[in-house]
């Protein structure tokens, strides 16, 4: 018979046991193409960051003139900021009809503006849309205040509204009394409430 001759460590002749893999695996090199790519993202974010700061900079304070204003609304009609001396009325300007936040601003500006017609408050809302997009807002949801179309951005540039977005505005709104004077500024809208806020400002401001 054959004799099988072994040693410990294995087979005589043979290369011993090979232990089984321990289930570690080397670190894995971080990909130069995702550090690239986290560069970038980080490198825009801090552009983002500065671009909002900076515009957010030139809105226009309270307590200064209300720049004069030429812009036509969804009837075609042009409105003129001259013809408003001795009114009081807001400007607030939004990025986009018929988009969630500006309807839910505008529907309330709709649902009050009974009582800001009573109060002798104007309201105009404007955007970058066309006099056609206006129209069609004002059509699906009743509006009945003036949507003033500012397509070359002009106006929105003039009161600081612009955003980081390319012909999107900023959600700013602007109070101006009777005499021409910016008497609130609304950097940080929200949009439901604000028709609300704007009753109880002109209240106040006017008692006081």
């Not at 294995?10 to 550090?35: A, H, Q």
């Not at 560069?39 to 957010?56: F, H, K, P, T």
């Not at 900079?57 to 013809?83: H, W």
């Amino acid at each position: 018979m054959e004799k099988r001759y072994e040693k410990r460590g294995g087979v005589r002749g043979g290369k011993g046991c090979v232990p089984p893999p321990t289930g570690n695996k080397p670190p894995r090199r971080v990909s130069g193409t995702l550090t690239i790519i986290a560069a970038l993202v980080a490198s825009l974010a801090v552009l983002g960051a500065y671009l909002v700061r900076a515009w957010a900079d030139d809105l226009l304070p309270e307590g200064s003139l209300a720049p004069a204003f030429s812009l036509p609304n969804q009837d075609g009609v042009t409105v003129d900021s001259s013809e408003l001396a001795g009114d009081w009325w807001l400007i607030y300007f939004y990025p986009k009809d018929d988009t969630p936040g500006c309807t839910k601003e505008a529907c309330a500006f709709r649902d009050h503006l009974d009582r800001l017609t009573t109060m002798q408050v104007r309201i105009f809302g404007v955007s970058y849309d066309d006099v056609a997009s206006h129209r069609a807002f004002a059509d699906k949801y009743g509006l009945k205040f003036d949507l003033l179309a500012d397509p070359k951005g002009r106006v929105i540039a003039d009161w600081g509204a612009r955003s980081a977005i390319p012909r999107v505005a900023r959600r700013v709104s602007f109070l101006v009394d009777g005499s021409g004077t910016i008497r609130k500024v609304y950097p940080n809208v929200a949009p439901a409430e604000h028709a609300l806020e704007i009753i109880a400002d002109v209240i106040a401001l006017r008692a006081g």
